[in-house]
C-alpha cells in the first residue's frame, strides 16, 4: 500500500453500508469516473467520451450554478452540422434521464431546468473529488493553526490524484479548470513543504517531493525531494536523482534542466570539509563497467563536449564527434514506431561493446546516440561503425545505422563520415 502523505490514513474510510448508499461519488481528477451504490454508471473501464459523460461532467461540477443552455449545447456538439440544436438537447437530457433510471438511482428529477439554466436535483447528494480539494485549499487558507494547516494541506495534496479531466482538455471550460487547479496543488505543496522544513520533518518532505513529481511531472518538484535527501545526509541519492530527471526531462520531453532545478542542487550541495584524497575518491566513485564506454546524460555529455573543446586549445589531440541514427530499409530516419525503442536499446549496447572506455556515450533521441570518440581518426571511425554494425545487425534485419562524424577541433563541416 503506497504510504500516505499525512500520519493517519486519509483515505476513503470503510462506512457502513446505510452510510455509502444513496450518494453519487464523481471523480474528476485523472479519468473521470461515476459510482452509485458500488456500481460504476460512467467512465472509469467505460469510455468517458460519451455524450452522457460530457452532459454529468458539466452539470456536477457546476452544481451550484447551473449550466446554461448555450453553454450546455456548445459543450456537448461543438461544431457538429446540427439544424436544432435545442431539440438535440433536450434529446440528450431525456436519454440521460433514462439511464440514470435505468442504472437504480431513484425515481427523481434529475435534471430540472429553471430559466433556460440546466441544475442537478437536490434529492440525490454529490460527492466529487474537485469539489473537497477546492474545500480543503480553502479551509488551509483560513486555518491559523500551524500543525493543523499542514495537515490539511498535506490533505489536500492527496485529494488531487492527477489533472482535472486529464483526456478532455481540448476543451475550453475544462482547460481554464485544469489550469486553477493546478495553481492550487502548487499552493498546497509549497505551503506543506514549508511547514515540514521549519519542521526538519524531512521523511514527509521526501514523501511530499515524490508525490508531487510523480502527480504533476515537469514541474521542478524534484527540488522537494533533493533538498529533502540532503537534508538527511542522502545527497548521493540527490545527484542520482538530479541526474535522472535531468535525463528524463531531455530524452521524453525535450526539455533542458530548468534554471531553478540546476540553482537548487548547487546550493543544497554544500559538501562539509575533506581533505583531497576523500574528495578525488567519491569523484571517481564505483564504475560499474571500467572495459567500456563512459555512459552519461545529455547534459553531462554537453559539459564533457565543451571541456574537451577548450583542452583541445592547446592542441596535440584529434576528437571527432559521431552522431549513430536508426534508419528504416528506405534509408529514412525511424522518428517513432513500436520497434524503435528495441531498437535504441539494441544500438546502445552496441555501442558500448565497441567504443573504448576513454570515449564518452549519451542517448540523444528514441532512435539517436552521440559518441565522442578521443584521441581518434577518420579511419577508426570507421573501424568502430563496422564493429557497431557487427553487433548491430541481426539475420536479415531490414532496418540500419546511419553515421555522421565531424570533427571536434573545426567547424561543424570539418572532417566528416556519412
Known sequence: ??????????????????????????????????????????????????????????????????VSRSQLERYLFEDRDIKDFRHAARTVVYNAKKKLRAAGFPDVNYIRQKD?????????????????FDALYLKAGKEKDPDRQLEVYLEACECYTGEFLKNQTSTVWIAQEARRYREI???????????????????????????????????????????????LGRADDALRLYDNTVEYYFQEEGLRPSERLMENL???????????????????????????????SYPVFQGIYRMVRRIMDRGGQSVHLMLCTIVDSKGNPMKDGPMLSELSGRLGESIFCSVRRSDAVSRYGKGQWLVLL?????????????????????????????????????????????
Open 1 to 66: 500500500m503506497r504510504e500516505r502523505l499525512t500520519r493517519e490514513s486519509r483515505g476513503i474510510s470503510v462506512m457502513k453500508k446505510e452510510e455509502t448508499e444513496h450518494i453519487l461519488r464523481v471523480q474528476m481528477f485523472g479519468d473521470f469516473s461515476m459510482v452509485w451504490n458500488g456500481k460504476n454508471i460512467a467512465g472509469g473501464s467505460r469510455s468517458s467520451e460519451t455524450q452522457f459523460s460530457y452532459l454529468m461532467q458539466l452539470l456536477l461540477h457546476n452544481r451550484e450554478k447551473g
Open 116 to 132: 433556460g439554466v440546466y441544475y442537478w436535483t437536490e434529492d440525490i447528494p454529490v460527492e466529487e473529488d474537485a469539489e473537497r
Open 185 to 231: 496543488f502548487c499552493a498546497c505543496v509549497e505551503g506543506a513543504a514549508e511547514h515540514l522544513r521549519r519542521r526538519q520533518d524531512y521523511e514527509r518532505m521526501e514523501r511530499l517531493g515524490m508525490y508531487a513529481s510523480k502527480i504533476n511531472p515537469l514541474a521542478d518538484w524534484e527540488t522537494v525531494t533533493m533538498e529533502a535527501l540532503v537534508a
Open 374 to 418: 578521443m584521441n581518434t581518426t577518420i579511419e577508426n571511425c570507421r573501424i568502430l561503425q563496422k564493429r557497431i554494425n557487427y553487433h548491430f545487425i541481426v539475420g536479415r534485419q531490414r532496418t540500419g545505422i546511419q553515421y555522421h562524424v565531424n570533427s571536434v577541433i573545426c567547424t561543424p563541416n570539418g572532417d566528416r563520415v556519412t
Open 266 to 296: 548547487g546550493t543544497l550541495l554544500d559538501h562539509q570539509y575533506a581533505l583531497l584524497d576523500v574528495i578525488q575518491e567519491n569523484l571517481a566513485g564505483d564504475e560499474e563497467d571500467k572495459n567500456s564506454g563512459y555512459y552519461c
